[in-house]
């Protein structure tokens, strides 16, 4: 379908790129990522998503998924759920090397630098597949020319989960330029909820307990942290409210803050 002229193709597929997949890795039972190319005229800012996905007859099934892979990386990178009776995740889920993703071009999102004011130690609070943005984030050198110290959590249900993450960290330590520039600003936090682990809880619990503190080497502090929150609705709601009570105002990408929040892709 990449070589069908454009004018060829379903009214419902004008418009939409296609993408030839290079890689998939799956990390559990409900996870994985996979790589394709990236358009050449593809402009992005770390932390934004697209809308992905596959042809359903004669329409794009579309939605939207954060770039997991930084803006300065030559392919794309996604980091998917698999729901075994999702519309979308059902089939992506089986995604081969070779095989063609369809994507709608206009990133966008308010998990960038545009929509933080100034600080000196950026948090990311994440749970689940909500990692995804941050995996961006924290590959950009933006983010290590405007923070002193940058804290990435990521909380999941079971062990296993932590694993995207901490492949992540794996990656910068053994990239051929980043760890110049990350040097020793980036500290992963990863706890599990369900299964027993070494550091179990979720990071509302430890903001509220002290355990955060203890974890990160300084209490959260509302005049120099700046947060970004990423995962489910009750996961940002919580995680919103401690910021509120803070009195930290929420940023947006014409109005910048101390803290912004984006729900996780589900489906
Ligand atoms: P828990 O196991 O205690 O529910 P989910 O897969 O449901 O999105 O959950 C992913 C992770 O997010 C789980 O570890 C879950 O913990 C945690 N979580 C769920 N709700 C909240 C919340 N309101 N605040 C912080 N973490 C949450």
Redesign the pocket.
């Known amino acids: 379908t990449a070589a069908t002229p454009e004018a060829e193709l379903p009214k419902g597929l004008r418009g939409v790129t296609f993408l030839t997949v290079t890689g998939v890795t799956h990390w559990t039972d409900r996870t994985f990522s996979f790589t394709c190319q990236r358009p050449d005229s593809l402009r992005f800012r770390s932390g934004e998503f697209v809308m992905i996905g596959l042809v359903d007859g004669e329409r794009p099934l579309l939605r939207a998924y954060s770039i997991a892979s930084p803006a300065w990386e030559e392919h794309l990178e996604f980091y998917s759920i698999k729901v075994q009776d999702g519309p979308l995740t059902s089939r992506l889920q089986h995604l081969k090397p070779g095989d063609e993703i369809v994507m709608r071009a206009k990133p966008v999102g308010t998990l960038v630098h545009d929509a933080l004011t100034p600080g000196k130690r950026l948090i990311l609070f994440s749970?689940?597949t909500g990692i995804a943005p941050f995996a961006s984030v924290i590959r950009d050198p933006e983010t290590y020319e405007k923070f002193d110290e940058v804290i990435l959590t990521h909380?999941?249900?079971e062990v296993h989960e932590l694993d995207y993450g901490k492949d992540l960290i794996r990656h910068i330590e053994e990239h051929e330029f980043l760890p110049e520039i990350v040097g020793d600003k980036l500290t992963l936090v990863s706890t599990?909820?369900?299964e027993s682990s070494e550091t179990m809880g979720?990071?509302?619990d430890w903001l509220r307990d002290g355990r955060f503190a203890e974890a990160t080497g300084a209490p959260f502090d509302p005049a120099t942290d700046r947060v970004m929150i990423c995962?489910?609705m009750?996961?940002l709601?919580?995680?919103k409210a401690i910021c509120e009570a803070a009195g930290m105002k929420e940023g947006s990408n014409s109005d910048p803050g101390d803290f912004v929040i984006e729900k996780a892709f589900v489906d």
Do not use: I, L, P, W
Request: charge should be positive; aromatic fraction near 0%; glycine fraction near 12%.
């Open positions: 749970t689940g909380t999941c249900r599990t909820t369900r979720r990071m509302t995962g489910s009750a996961m709601q919580e995680h």
